[in-house]
């Protein structure tokens, strides 16, 4: 049986819980076409909040699946966090809602909020793997095109991996919800749709310009 | 004298310095285009990210300028973060960066951190203040189209300030960085650009069609 989302105390909605999902998929969703990932630990006595790259593996070791960031072994925010609760969110803008009121603007939006216990992974097996994924998120189907990574490569980076368990999904759809005098009164209100877009692949100043399947396909259907 | 970037500690850059930034006028850019912030926070013993809409103003009453974010009283997280050192980072992606190997894949990006103290705006003149910024940082010129905020609606949000002085920015831009032997095999490296663009505006079910000028604008003028 699948657990649905917000399974713990610390991953339930508290405020707008209208928008709170239950059900998995569109999280996988979400998480299939964000970019970055806003990552909370905790150094010293304060949180920290980085942006990182990130793979989800849905068949990975953890219950629920596997969310993989990575960097440099010299990266100690990173490595730091192993062992440690970290938080891994995911966000992207849909729309900005033009309410009749500033009260009342909003935006529309989805984001996942995961919480865990980052484990540093070991195994170069499963390194691999989620670097692989990595690159395959940004570019799918990029690995296969590329030499495999070097053991230097992999020695090189450090990976956590966060279990997707712990999540819980907001999502705000439609236009705005104002108050009636304010509809009333005749203002306009609306939503303006905003959304990710990709340009034509720019080839390296040391590449020739034949981009390969993988990139023009990325390139066209980012949208 | 302006302070610059990276004045402390804690929001020295360590990894990537040459991608750190020095001058405060790219920061002061993202962060007047960007439209979410992620905030990070310690709840019990974890940290927590959640993503925000955000208004700066660097004429506020911190040195270095305000970042405001705001939310239901009734939000915990947010009221609680009051007194506590929080984490403000915004990020905007420019382009995936494809590589010839796994390893040097990339993105470029702009990245702010912001790490501060928040304080709880309690005068209900910066309130206000702080939340027709933010109605104007997502749709500039809209506030002053609109009815002012209620007495109502000041009491019922709370607003935290975080001084926008400890910050640290870091920027990639350009192609790849690949090792010879990849760029002598002939693989195609380059980037793909990625921007947020906006659509014409969608009319609520209870609105008339006709968008007004400042909507229109910013319709037309996000990408």
């Known amino acids: 049986m699948t657990t649905p ?4 105390e610390r991953t339930t909605v508290r405020r707008g819980r209208n928008r709170a999902q239950t059900d998995r998929a569109p999280m996988h969703a979400l998480l299939a076409d964000a970019l970055v990932a806003h990552v909370g630990v905790v150094v010293g006595d304060h949180p920290v909040v980085l942006p990182v790259a990130f793979a989800v593996d849905l068949d990975g070791p953890d219950e629920g699946g596997t969310v993989y960031i990575h960097g440099s072994v010299a990266a100690r925010w990173l490595t730091g966090a192993a062992t440690r609760t970290v938080c891994v969110t995911v ?6 809602v033009a309410a009749r009121s500033g009260f009342h603007h909003s935006m529309n939006y989805r984001s996942v909020v995961v919480i865990g216990e980052a484990r540093l992974v070991e195994d170069p097996v499963e390194k691999a793997r989620a670097l692989t994924l990595t690159v395959d998120h940004m570019v799918p189907g990029r690995s296969a095109t590329l030499r495999p990574h070097t053991r230097k490569e992999v020695a090189a980076t450090s990976v956590l991996a966060v279990p997707l368990l712990e999540a819980s999904m907001k999502v705000r759809t439609g236009g705005p919800v104002d108050e009636p005098d304010d509809v009333a009164a005749g203002v306009w209100g609306g939503v303006i749709p905003v959304r990710r877009t990709a340009a034509a692949p720019v080839a390296g100043d040391d590449s020739h310009d034949d981009a390969p399947p993988d990139v023009v396909r990325r390139a066209a259907g980012l949208a």
Chains 1, 2 share one sequence.
Request: glycine letters at 10%; zero cysteines; hydrophobic letters at 30%.
């Open 5 to 8: 989302l917000s399974p713990t």
């Open 91 to 96: 966000t992207e803008v849909d729309g900005l």
